[in-house]
């Protein structure tokens, strides 16, 4: 199985400020003779389910605001959020689709207020 | 729009059985490849089931054996038989809509269903 590593486990940023996620993978997840990575990222609220937010590791999910930022590729995957607002608490899960089953998702980074 | 409602989660014994439905609005389920997903309390998101649009289904190794995806073409719905039940099995159900078929990030959820397994 793929296992999904995310970085830091909780975070905490001030309102306006760049939050940054960290997920890596245990192998890669780039689909070379499509060039695209198998990475998504949801982002779940308390009592809600996830909602995507980025997927084939950049893509924004129609109506995901352009603060939230995908980027990285093959291992190595960062979520950020350029300028947090209040409801940007959550967290979020980094998730791999690629060649096998099982789709593996990160443990999860809880994101709060400073 | 697009929605997906659970139903038929609650509190069973180990070793109990329990069928979760989760009914599909604004797209057919029988088209697209389906998939639960699951929570124990306060914990993070894990794989169960998926169920391909050509009706191939796969299981997580923990579910293997006990659990079985089907759907329901005339009813537009989604389901998971869960038997042999344990502890561990404790979890807030998600049934959820891969978005690009085969190996798929998934762009609709539902709300979720919760399944308590305990004596």
């Known amino acids: 199985d793929i296992v999904m590593t995310q970085s830091p486990d909780s975070l905490a940023v001030s309102l306006g400020e760049r939050a940054t996620i960290y997920c890596k993978s245990s192998q890669s997840v780039l689909n070379s003779s499509k060039n695209k990575n198998h990475l998504a990222w949801y982002q779940q609220k308390p009592g809600q389910p996830p909602k995507l937010l980025i997927y084939?590791?950049?893509t924004r999910e129609s109506g995901v605001p352009d603060r939230f930022r995908g980027s990285g590729s093959g291992t190595d995957f960062t979520l950020t959020i350029s300028s947090l607002q209040a409801e940007d608490v959550a967290v979020y899960y980094c998730?791999?689709?690629?060649?096998?089953?099982?789709?593996?998702f990160g443990q999860g980074t809880k994101l709060e207020i400073k | 729009e697009v929605q997906l409602v659970e139903s038929g989660g609650g509190l069973v014994r180990p070793g109990g059985s329990l069928r979760l439905s989760c009914a599909a609005s604004?797209?057919?389920?029988?088209?697209?490849?389906m998939t639960w997903v699951r929570q124990a309390p306060g914990k993070g998101l894990e794989w169960v089931s998926v169920?391909?649009?050509?009706?191939?289904?796969y299981y997580a190794d923990s579910v293997k054996g006990r659990f079985t995806i089907s759907r329901d073409i005339s009813k537009n719905t989604l389901y998971l038989q869960m038997n042999s039940l344990r502890a561990e099995d404790t979890a807030v159900y998600h049934c959820?809509?891969?978005?690009?078929?085969?190996?798929?990030?998934?762009?609709?959820w539902g709300q979720g269903t919760l399944v308590t397994v305990s004596s």
């Open positions: 604004g797209f057919t389920v029988s088209n697209n490849y």
């Open positions: 959820a809509r891969a978005g690009s078929g085969y190996l798929s990030y998934f762009d609709y």
């Open positions: 998730q791999q689709y690629y060649s096998t089953l099982p789709y593996t």
């Open positions: 169920i391909y649009s050509g009706g191939s289904t």
């Open positions: 084939w590791a950049s």
